[in-house]
Nanobody, 121 residues
């Protein structure tokens, strides 16, 4: 069983910073690409940033230069440092991981429960 536990959301003023963390667990699985998605009210879930197991990164255009994704492979943990936050960054942020079962080699998408980020203007 895979579990992703997010932390670090909250309320911040525009221009401020927050750091999200997502810790993955599941001893029978390896954690490949990990990332963050977000969903604002009335909108579809969208990719914010993702990082491969060898630290290749992808960012949404809307967050480039403001957000930084990183990971600690030893802890199966991914981080999202969010700077210069804007009101339009307000959303529920979800952690995502592509995991592979170490015996069957089957892959699965796993999601965290979500953490609210609210940016006040």
């Amino acid at each position: 069983q895979v579990q992703l536990v997010e932390s670090g959301g909250g309320l911040v003023q525009a221009g401020g910073s927050l750091r999200l963390s997502c810790a993955g667990s599941g001893s029978s699985f390896s954690f490949n690409t990990m990332g963050w998605y977000r969903q604002a009210p009335g909108k579809q879930r969208e990719l914010v940033a993702r990082i491969t197991s060898d630290s290749g990164t992808t960012y949404a255009d809307s967050v480039k230069g403001r957000f930084t994704i990183s990971r600690d492979n030893a802890k199966n943990t991914v981080y999202l440092q969010m700077n210069s936050l804007k009101s339009e960054d307000t959303a529920v942020y979800y952690c995502n991981a592509l995991v592979r079962h170490i015996t069957t080699l089957r892959t699965y998408q796993s999601w965290g429960q979500g953490t609210q980020v609210t940016v006040s203007s």
